[in-house]
């Protein structure tokens, strides 16, 4: 009878967990995420945005065609000067996949192919300040997680965000400020052509956002349509 008591007890949280990482709320207490932050597909809501809470990590677009693999730096740089849709694992390495996602290049996230599932979008400039604007001068603390994956200036996850920092690609194909800075897309660029980008860097609880070029690679978050 205790077995049965103990295992129904298990499903029980497994469901609730289930459930619960669908629906997080804003909340000063970093736990109720982070109990729940090892299913893959979870997500929460920050005012009245609903974010996934990983970083993207497909190798396709939405209709099932693949995206180039840039595994050199010298396909990456062709990839670059083709203007061609390409992605890399930072400092190549697949096992980082799994926490950081993939970087992926302007040419990537602007393909009318389209990296997002349905019902899902990479976010404008705006949608990154009005997160920003919600959390307040500590955003980037709030979005940080409170994980192994930063090594310097942990986050407190409070906002449930969980974002990890994990550098980004330059033109050259150099891997740059893993652990130290992790910048996400975009879709809003300037005449300069220039695309902004949500940055988080170790050293400073704020959030910004930067202008950045369109021959880098960063990481993707994605953000509900309504």
């Known amino acids: 009878m205790k077995h049965l008591i103990y295992i129904s007890s298990i499903l029980f949280a497994f469901f609730l967990a289930q459930d619960e990482t669908k629906h997080v709320l804003f909340t000063d207490d970093a736990s109720i995420f982070n109990r729940f ?10 005012g009245q945005q609903t974010w996934k809470t990983h970083n993207l990590n497909v190798s396709k677009f939405s209709n099932g065609d693949e995206i180039d693999h840039a595994k050199t730096d010298a396909a990456w740089k062709k990839a670059i000067q083709e203007r061609r849709p390409a992605w890399r694992y930072m400092n190549n390495d697949s096992t980082l996949g799994k926490t950081y996602g993939k970087l992926y290049n302007w040419f990537a996230v602007t393909d009318s192919r389209g990296l997002a599932e349905e019902g899902w979008k990479i976010p404008e400039k705006k949608d990154w300040q009005e997160l920003i604007d919600r959390l307040g001068d500590d955003a980037g603390h709030q979005l940080k997680c409170n994980c192994n994956e930063i090594k310097e200036g942990k986050g407190n996850n409070a906002s449930g965000f969980s974002a990890v920092l994990g550098g980004h690609c330059l033109f050259n194909g150099m891997f740059t400020n893993k652990h130290y800075t992790g910048s996400w897309w975009s ?17 400073f609880n704020e959030a910004e956002l930067l202008k950045m070029y369109q021959t880098f690679g960063l990481s993707v978050r994605l953000l509900k349509e309504f």
């Open 37 to 46: 932050s090892f299913f893959k597909n979870s997500e929460v809501t920050i």
């Open 187 to 203: 879709t809003s660029t300037e005449e300069d052509g220039q695309v902004w980008a949500m940055q988080l860097n170790a050293n």
